[in-house]
């Protein structure tokens, strides 16, 4: 993941991976027949609002005179999610939480205690914790980071004394170390321990975490800020990471399944299986993350629905477990757009704290509006579940009557093959080094991305503005027409222009 203006552009990952017919058709048949509700905590009055959910999902973009409510049971299926874990959360409470489908195609139906791998919720999950550690002066996240290093030091690079990493800006994403994630380890292959992915040692598969940008400068995410995060935790603690945060947050907060362990197959255990684009099991059922601060969590969503409550009471002065001072410190305090971890949406008090996480084979995200207490968690255990996932969080909107989240509501437009002369061609975004093609046949234009995605555009009304064009996954497209020719494209807020030949 990476943040701010047209990281969609530079990294784009399509939303609608294609499966093959086959796996297709085995994984809906598998799922359709088992992907009804199965209630594992309900308020009075919860049942009607999650049936209105589970009946009411829309496509991320609706047309008008077109919509079409479908059930979460059949776009499970026609998505090619086999199992999936909800929780909303309504006035600060738990007031629902369901499991629905498979573990994985001809396993045990998901459990209301299946874990599921959350991948980067395991960020705010790991600043919760940090921030208990330091409430109780047993961590100092101001202070230079090689002081509470043990097993290794930090490589020299854009730090200096005045200016040293810090605990603090490896959590926030501002410490300027590399950006990036984990790709993970294969099930029947050696895993190496943090230390040895924070020194790439022999083995590892991703490079050492260095300090490439003056520390304080820059939001950058980075998950090797995590891992360094991680090894500072475990030195100064002299504690494993697992006991660490099962010590100071899980138990605190009387979560029962959430957990950093590795999850070994050959164990057996209430573990939901891991499915890529294609529908395919991931081999082994799912990779190992020994990054476990920044991407090794595994959660059922209940669990995390807990975590959010209390989150929100530290923040209202209410918690037994998180003082008010600290969590408003924390909360109150965002760098363009971010809060550790955190992504903020929305204004004023219809603002809500989001996360996403994803793992190969896995989607996860979570959400709350400190002032309303309303929130939602999903775990999937499909690379679909992030399309999925927008479908599910509009549906829970417009059952609980939030703001946020909603789908895209657009009206179709006629455009002849004409109007689309001179459109066609390879764009520059010079901001960020990225080319996209568009194609155009007869009166269809294709948004080509630089990772192979195709996106079949389809014109729009847009208050009168011509040439705009959207894409079933709510990516917009506008082009202006210039002097002499010249034509610019606007996609994800940024500005391409076209180039000479197509």
């Not at 209630?39 to 919509?67: H, M, S, T, Y």
């Not at 657009?410 to 390879?426: H, K, N, S, T, W």
């Not at 709510?474 to 002097?483: A, K, N, S």
Request: glycine content about 12%; charged content about 15%.
């Amino acid at each position: 993941m990476t943040t701010g203006r047209g990281a969609a552009l530079g990294e784009h990952v399509s939303m609608h991976p294609s499966m093959t017919r086959t796996a297709a058709l085995a994984l809906c048949l598998a799922v359709a027949g088992s992907a009804h509700a199965a209630p594992c905590k309900e308020q009075p009055g919860a049942a009607a609002r999650r049936q209105a959910v589970e009946q009411g999902l829309l496509p991320a973009v609706v047309f008008d005179g077109e919509e079409q409510p479908r059930t979460l049971a059949a776009r499970m299926a026609e998505h090619g999610v086999p199992g999936l874990a909800v929780a909303v959360l309504r006035g600060g409470e738990v007031d629902w939480v369901a499991v629905y489908g498979r573990r994985a195609m001809q396993a045990p139906a998901v459990s209301c205690a299946t874990l599921f791998q959350a991948g980067s919720l395991a960020k705010p999950v790991t600043v919760l914790a940090a921030l208990r550690l330091q409430d109780a002066g047993r961590l100092d996240w101001d202070r230079d980071v090689n002081g509470l290093l043990t097993s290794l030091r930090l490589p020299a690079g854009r730090q200096t004394p005045d200016h040293p990493v810090t605990l603090r800006g490896l959590l926030a994403h501002t410490a300027g170390i590399t950006p990036g994630g984990y790709p993970g380890y294969a099930q029947a292959g050696p895993v190496p321990t943090v230390l040895e992915v924070a020194t790439a040692a022999p083995g590892t598969n991703t490079p050492r975490p260095e300090v490439v940008l003056p520390p304080g400068e820059q939001l950058r995410y980075s998950g090797g800020g995590y891992t360094l995060a991680q090894i500072a935790m475990q030195d100064s603690q002299k504690l494993a990471f697992e006991p660490l945060m099962q010590r100071w947050l899980f138990q605190p907060l009387g979560l029962r399944h959430a957990t950093f362990a590795l999850q070994r197959q050959s164990a057996g255990g209430d573990v939901a299986a891991g499915h890529q684009g294609d529908a395919a099991p991931v081999p082994g059922g799912w990779l190992h993350l020994p990054e476990s601060a920044a991407a090794g969590l595994w959660s059922d969503a209940g669990d995390l629905a807990t975590l959010l409550t209390e989150l929100r009471k530290g923040w209202q002065g209410r918690s037994q477990v998180f003082r008010k001072s600290s969590m408003r410190a924390l909360l109150d305090t965002p760098v363009e757009g971010h809060l550790y971890g955190f992504r903020l949406i929305g204004e004023g008090e219809q603002q809500v704290l989001v996360h996403y996480g994803g793992t190969t084979g896995y989607n996860a995200g979570m959400a709350i509006n400190l002032h309303t207490g309303d929130g939602v968690v999903y775990l999937a255990n499909a690379d679909a579940g992030r399309a999925l996932s927008a479908e599910l969080l509009a549906a829970v909107s417009r059952a609980y009557g939030w703001t946020q989240f909603r789908e895209t509501r657009v009206r179709r437009a006629a455009v002849d093959e004409a109007a689309l002369q001179g459109l066609a061609g390879r764009y520059l975004f010079a901001a960020m080094g990225v080319r996209v093609q568009i194609e155009q046949a007869k009166a269809q234009l294709t948004l080509v991305f630089p990772n192979g995605d195709r996106l079949a555009l389809t014109p729009i009304a847009a208050d009168g503005v011509p040439l705009q064009f959207i894409h079933p996954t709510g990516v917009r497209v506008g082009f202006q027409r210039g002097e002499a020719g010249a034509v610019t494209m606007q996609l994800y807020g940024d500005q391409g222009v076209r180039e000479n030949s197509p």
